[in-house]
């Protein structure tokens, strides 16, 4: 099956079946791999004592008599290791056979070399002795072929092992899904394995149980724990018309609720994509990585070549032996196995990590980007405030109560198409106050509304409408200003030709921002406001959360070549918006954040989506990115280091001074133990918790 057919076949499926295939064959490599290691390594156990009898004194006593035995015993385990180098070791063939057809040469080519090399000079040692000029170097190394296999396989079933516990944020992630949902069919309520409900049905929750696909409440309501997406810890309130999403858990009441999306397109299932597709990409510094690595193998291919003529040529007695185990053993420890691993485990972790917070990390180049961020760019409406107006403050003129004031005003609003009117009538649903019966309503555009209500002629709307009427403000214009200086809108009421007071209504600051803007400037990033609100309004916000810098008066179309602006000016900079108008300037900053919810996870402009509303989850995002790419430079200087000291210590540099050589099981052993160190630093970022910094 080709890659492209296996990718959309895996797609097609359930998300549950998806991830067993994968886990599957991951399990499946791993037992495999275990196999190989355990027949590798039970071949060595002979091997290695008919291969060096003068370490163990009594193995003679076990051979039949006779000069010859030794010699019967080696090629036994010559054909023991047979099956080891083709079977346990065939991947490494393998792998060379390809990166030859490519015209390329890579770790496996290194290992298959080493290991092959080892087998035939013990071969020719054991059936051709008197080709060469001294007995002494008619010696085998059958050893190096079953032991070096059986350690670099081992390090393998490691890496398949570690590689599989990274992707557990995807399992986790699936479990939330239940396996069976209660939908109503013909009146009555039946249990359905997930797979068969179909968009339109409608499925009925109970307390505690979890919803089983995104929909929209239809009938009841409840509190719902979406914590898992989110990563928020409250409860949301669902009631009629209200969405909501897969893999979330209902708290108190009960609901019905009609699909709206099928089981692959659910937000569940867009993360669970996105965290896999972000988990499989590749970082900027990979590349370079690779691009060493394809440079290396080469490099080493000749420095084995090297130090054989000079070992060969310039070596201790005898010569063959020396310049053969120099050669093996430069190829074995040169393996840049950790090399490969270093980078994908580290991000295969962080993004996980990510996705367990609420963070959506696209890809890995954003992870990347992300660490290097020194500037960011925060839209004002839906990202530091909560995008829709809401009631702030009261003000009387006269002897009418607060409640009567917000009474009157909400009243007289009933009919209004206005965008503030909403807010008005929210404030006053919010303090149980009974709205009146208007007649005679009339709209007047830019100024405000009008009408009769028990009586009386009420006035509402702005400054304009007010001296149009001939109303006397007296001082009511100084609150006026001072509410405008605070970023609100005021609107003045009058009853009867008497100024009656002002109702200010403001789109307010989310909780956490001012918070989550310290914590930014903390961390060394200049944080700017961007907004298409009037200076006055903007400078107003800016205040309340702490930002200085404030680009104001700015067009949803122009918010782009501002981001360019301070990219010219050499900052690295992100750009947090919700997604929707904010969509150029996302995708012209270097890392685009979309803040919202799993509904309008803004998947295609951002590079990062937050599914949590506030801006605590920039300063998460931002941690994770340096964590992991801190994982990233500890593993790659942890590798490279090994193979900058390994490969001279090979070439037998300490041997004039301490007559010291390293042996290819030593360097077999040496380079196992380095991918092991590079999977368990990956792992420690498992373990990283989100700080208030």
């Given at each position: ?11 097609s499926?359930?998300l ?11 399990s499946s490599?791993?037992?495999t791999?275990m ?10 156990v ?14 003679r006593?076990?051979?039949p ?13 010559g ?8 079977w ?14 490519h ?9 298959a ?5 080892a087998?035939?000079?013990?071969a ?5 002795p ?6 002494e170097?008619a ?19 490691l ?16 479990e ?8 109503l ?18 499925v ?6 979890k ?7 239809f ?30 858990l209902?708290k108190?009441?009960s609901?019905?609720?009609k699909v ?11 993360i ?14 990979q590349r ?20 054989f ?11 063959l ?9 430069i ?11 270093a ?11 990510g996705a ?24 004002k ?27 009157l005003?909400a ?6 198409e ?27 555009a830019?100024h ?9 002629r009420?006035?509402?709307?702005n400054?304009?409408f ?5 109303i ?31 109702i ?8 956490d ?8 400037k ?8 961007i ?5 006055r ?17 700015v ?13 010219d ?33 803004a ?17 998460h ?18 590798a ?17 001074f301490?007559?010291v050589l ?26 990283f918790?989100?700080r208030e910094?």
């Amino acid at each position: 099956m080709h890659h492209n057919e296996e990718v959309s076949r895996l797609h097609s499926m359930p998300l549950n079946e998806t991830e067993s295939v994968k886990e599957e064959a991951e399990s499946s490599e791993y037992r495999t791999l275990m196999h190989k290691w355990w027949f590798a390594a039970a071949a060595s156990v002979p091997t290695i004592l008919v291969s060096y009898p003068e370490w163990f004194p009594g193995i003679r006593d076990w051979l039949p008599a006779g000069s010859d035995s030794l010699w019967w015993a080696r090629l036994l385990v010559g054909l023991l290791a047979i099956p080891v180098l083709f079977w346990s070791g065939g991947q490494f063939f393998q792998g060379m056979w390809e990166g030859l057809k490519h015209r390329s040469a890579n770790m496996h080519t290194l290992i298959a070399l080493g290991i092959g090399a080892a087998w035939l000079y013990s071969a020719v040692a054991l059936l051709l002795p008197g080709i060469f000029p001294d007995p002494e170097m008619a010696e085998v190394y059958y050893d190096v072929t079953t032991v070096v296999t059986a350690l670099v396989v081992l390090g393998m079933a490691l890496e398949v092992r570690a590689k599989g516990r990274s992707s557990e944020a995807i399992k986790r992630l699936i479990e939330l899904q239940p396996k069976k949902a209660s939908v109503l069919r013909g009146g009555t309520e039946i249990q359905v394995p997930i797979e068969e409900v179909a968009v339109g049905d409608i499925v009925v929750v109970r307390p505690g149980e979890k919803i089983a696909l995104d929909g929209i409440v239809f009938e009841g309501s409840s509190s719902v724990d979406e914590s898992m997406l989110t990563g928020e810890s409250l409860p949301v309130f669902k009631e009629s018309d209200h969405e909501v999403f897969g893999g979330t858990l209902n708290k108190t009441g009960s609901f019905n609720f009609k699909v709206t999306k099928a089981q692959k397109d659910t937000a569940l299932a867009n993360i669970v994509e996105m965290v896999r597709q972000a988990q499989g990409s590749r970082i900027p510094i990979q590349r370079v990585v690779d691009q060493v690595s394809s440079i290396f193998t080469p490099g080493v291919m000749i420095l084995a070549i090297l130090g054989f003529i000079l070992w060969f040529n310039f070596g201790p007695q005898p010569p063959l032996i020396y310049a053969v185990i120099v050669s093996v053993t430069i190829l074995i420890i040169a393996c840049p196995c950790a090399l490969g691993l270093a980078t994908p485990m580290s991000l295969t972790t962080g993004i996980g990590k990510g996705a367990e917070s609420g963070i959506l990390i696209r890809s890995g180049e954003a992870l990347q980007i992300a660490e290097k961020l020194n500037t960011i760019v925060l839209d004002k409406t839906g990202t530091i405030t909560e995008g829709k107006p809401s009631l702030t403050d009261i003000i009387p003129a006269g002897s009418l109560a607060e409640s009567e004031i917000l009474r009157l005003g909400a009243s007289i609003e009933q009919g209004s198409e206005h965008p503030l009117a909403g807010a008005i009538l929210e404030g006053a649903k919010q303090r149980q106050i009974p709205l009146a019966k208007v007649t005679g309503f009339n709209a007047v555009a830019g100024h405000g509304v009008e009408g009769w209500i028990e009586g009386h002629r009420v006035l509402f709307g702005n400054l304009k409408f007010m001296k149009q009427e001939g109303i006397h403000l007296a001082g009511l214009q100084t609150h006026a200003s001072r509410l405008a200086d605070e970023g609100k809108t005021p609107m003045y009421l009058a009853a009867d030709g008497q100024a009656a007071g002002i109702i200010a209504v403001a789109d307010t600051v989310k909780p956490d921002s001012a918070e989550a803007i310290r914590l930014m400037k903390k961390m060394g990033i200049e944080v700017v406001m961007i907004t298409g609100d009037n200076e006055r309004t903007a400078r107003a916000i800016a205040k309340q959360v702490g930002i200085d810098r404030v680009l104001a008066d700015v067009l949803p179309q122009h918010k782009a070549e501002h981001v360019q602006k301070l990219q010219d000016e050499g900052k690295k900079v992100a750009m947090v918006g919700d997604g929707i108008n904010d969509a150029p300037a996302l995708t012209q900053a270097d890392v685009g954040i979309a803040i919202g919810t799993g509904t309008d996870v803004a998947i295609e402009a951002s590079d990062i989506t937050l599914m949590k509303g506030n801006l605590k989850g920039v300063v998460h995002a931002i941690q994770i990115s340096r964590a992991t790419m801190r994982n990233v430079y500890q593993n790659l200087f942890g590798a490279f280091i090994y193979n900058a000291l390994g490969l001279p210590i090979a070439m037998g540099i300490l041997y004039p001074f301490f007559g010291v050589l390293l042996s290819p099981l030593i360097a077999a052993a040496a380079m196992a133990f380095s991918s092991v160190t590079v999977v368990a630093n990956a792992n420690r970022l498992r373990n990283f918790k989100l700080r208030e910094v």
